[in-house]
């Protein structure tokens, strides 16, 4: 199954890049589409709903990487108390979202590939660039690629994790939310539909090589025994030294009083 995803994400890949740069113009048609039904009065509703979704976008995901973070800590500090989860599946989130939505989109594209974004493009301020030329006007923040629907697609990491029986609604229902976050920025005139393609694609490959990293890849995969001993040695190791200046100052004796 793990195989079959990655063609069909490659897959994907190589017939959108194809596709938007044989004909760049579809990305310029895209966005005119998108600020005409901007301005229609039926869709301003839609826009405010779409605008909530988006404000809301950090609150879930700092929900979802929350146990995580917290789940490391707990093991390293407290490495006898239960934690919100294994150490793998904290490491698997962490990791995803550092080097998907974090590296590569925003630090990595975002502000190395100055594609202008649609809205100053069609407001005559700045040239259009096609998705694979990384030149343009644009200083930083970019168009290429859209962080919020990378950010957005992110959420299918911990629906992988859920439990058969609710893996799939899992991954339904991120495929509707990251759908309507990437509608939200090309309805907002921030994004072409190659910059919200190329996101979603690039975030589910980061998550499919971190997924095999600590999951499916004999060579690299651990067990979540072996986790907990490493992060509980590497905390014990973090405490050592506190542990030892706290012996010696219980032990010091207070000099008499004169």
Same mark, same amino acid.
């Given at each position: 199954?793990?195989?079959?995803?990655?063609?069909?994400?490659?897959? !994907?890949?190589?017939?959108?890049?194809?596709?938007?740069?044989?004909? =760049?113009?579809?990305?310029?048609?895209?966005?005119?589409?998108? @600020?005409?039904?901007?301005?229609? =009065?039926?869709?301003? =509703?839609?826009a405010e709903a779409l605008e909530f979704l988006r404000n809301t976008g950090?609150?879930?995901?700092?929900?979802?990487?929350? +146990?995580?973070?917290?789940?490391?800590?707990?093991?390293?500090?407290?490495? $006898?108390? @239960?934690?919100? /989860? #294994?150490?793998?599946?904290? !490491?698997?989130?962490?990791?995803?979202?550092?080097?998907?939505?974090?590296?590569?989109?925003?630090?990595?594209?975002?502000?190395?590939? *100055?594609?202008?974004?649609?809205?100053?493009? !069609?407001?005559?301020? $700045?040239?259009? /660039?096609p998705w694979w030329d990384p030149r343009g006007a644009c200083d930083t923040?970019?168009?290429?690629?859209?962080?919020?629907?990378?950010? &957005?697609?992110?959420?299918? *990491?911990?629906?992988? !994790?859920?439990?058969? +029986?609710?893996?799939?609604? &899992?991954?339904?229902?991120?495929?509707?939310?990251?759908?309507?976050? #990437?509608?939200?920025? /090309?309805? /907002?005139?921030?994004?072409?539909?190659?910059?919200?393609?190329?996101?979603?694609?690039? %975030?589910?490959?980061?998550?499919?090589?971190?997924?095999?990293?600590?999951? @499916?890849? +004999?060579?690299?995969?651990? %067990?979540? *025994?072996?986790?907990?001993?490493?992060?509980? @040695?590497?905390?014990?190791?973090?405490?050592?030294p506190f542990s030892a200046r706290w012996r010696r100052i219980r032990t010091?004796? +207070? #000099?008499? =009083? %004169?």
């Amino acid at each position: 199954m793990a195989r079959i995803v990655l063609i069909i994400l490659a897959a !994907l890949a190589i017939v959108t890049g194809i596709v938007f740069a044989a004909d =760049p113009a579809l990305d310029i048609d895209g966005a005119d589409f998108f @600020r005409d039904m901007a301005i229609q =009065p039926a869709t301003i =509703p839609l826009a405010e709903a779409l605008e909530f979704l988006r404000n809301t976008g950090p609150l879930l995901t700092l929900a979802v990487i929350a +146990p995580a973070v917290v789940a490391l800590v707990m093991k390293l500090f407290w490495p $006898h108390r @239960r934690a919100p /989860m #294994s150490i793998r599946a904290a !490491l698997f989130l962490i990791l995803s979202l550092t080097l998907g939505p974090g590296l590569l989109v925003n630090h990595v594209l975002k502000e190395k590939w *100055a594609r202008p974004r649609p809205v100053t493009v !069609l407001a005559g301020e $700045h040239a259009f /660039m096609p998705w694979w030329d990384p030149r343009g006007a644009c200083d930083t923040n970019c168009s290429f690629v859209s962080g919020e629907t990378s950010t &957005a697609v992110w959420l299918a *990491a911990p629906a992988v !994790l859920a439990p058969p +029986p609710w893996r799939t609604a &899992a991954l339904g229902a991120v495929a509707v939310y990251a759908s309507g976050m #990437s509608f939200q920025r /090309m309805l /907002m005139g921030a994004h072409y539909p190659s910059d919200v393609l190329f996101a979603a694609i690039f %975030t589910a490959l980061v998550i499919w090589a971190v997924h095999g990293l600590l999951y @499916r890849w +004999p060579a690299a995969r651990v %067990t979540d *025994a072996a986790l907990d001993v490493a992060f509980a @040695r590497i905390g014990s190791a973090i405490l050592r030294p506190f542990s030892a200046r706290w012996r010696r100052i219980r032990t010091e004796k +207070p #000099s008499p =009083p %004169t």
